[in-house]
Nanobody, 123 residues
Framework: QVQLTESGGGSVQVGGSLRLSCAAS????????MAWFRQVPGKEREGIAL???????DYRVFVRGRFTISQDNSKNSLYLQMNDLNPDDTAMYYC?????????????????WGQGTRITVSS
């Protein structure tokens, strides 16, 4: 069973930055698509950034230009660099891996999930 483990969450002030990491127990090169999602209590989980094995990325408009997704297959890790954080970014953040291609925003199409890491942005 594949395990994904997120780290790097925490509390930050408005305008601050954080870098999330997701360590996989198996080779990330084996996942055609990996992604970051987030969820606020009472709301549905939403995808925010995708990356495929070609290095092609996609972002939701509300994080584009502020967040950067990257992947290092030599370390079996996925990353999310988050800059210019605002209170609306407060959420639990999850990494996910899809075993088929292409990438989609639909979270039901991702087979493996981490346990999540919490981010709180305060003013």
């Amino acid at each position: 069973q594949v395990q994904l483990t997120e780290s790097g969450g925490g509390s930050v002030q408005v305008g601050g930055s954080l870098r999330l990491s997701c360590a996989a127990s198996s080779a990330t090169s084996g996942f055609p698509c990996m992604a970051w999602f987030r969820q606020v209590p009472g709301k549905e989980r939403e995808g925010i950034a995708l990356i495929d094995q070609t290095g092609s990325t996609d972002y939701r408009v509300f994080v584009r230009g502020r967040f950067t997704i990257s992947q290092d297959n030599s370390k079996n890790s996925l990353y999310l660099q988050m800059n210019d954080l605002n209170p609306d970014d407060t959420a639990m953040y999850y990494c996910a891996a899809r075993v088929n291609s292409p990438c989609y925003w639909n979270d039901r199409l991702y087979k493996y999930w981490g346990q999540g890491t919490r981010i709180t942005v305060s003013s």
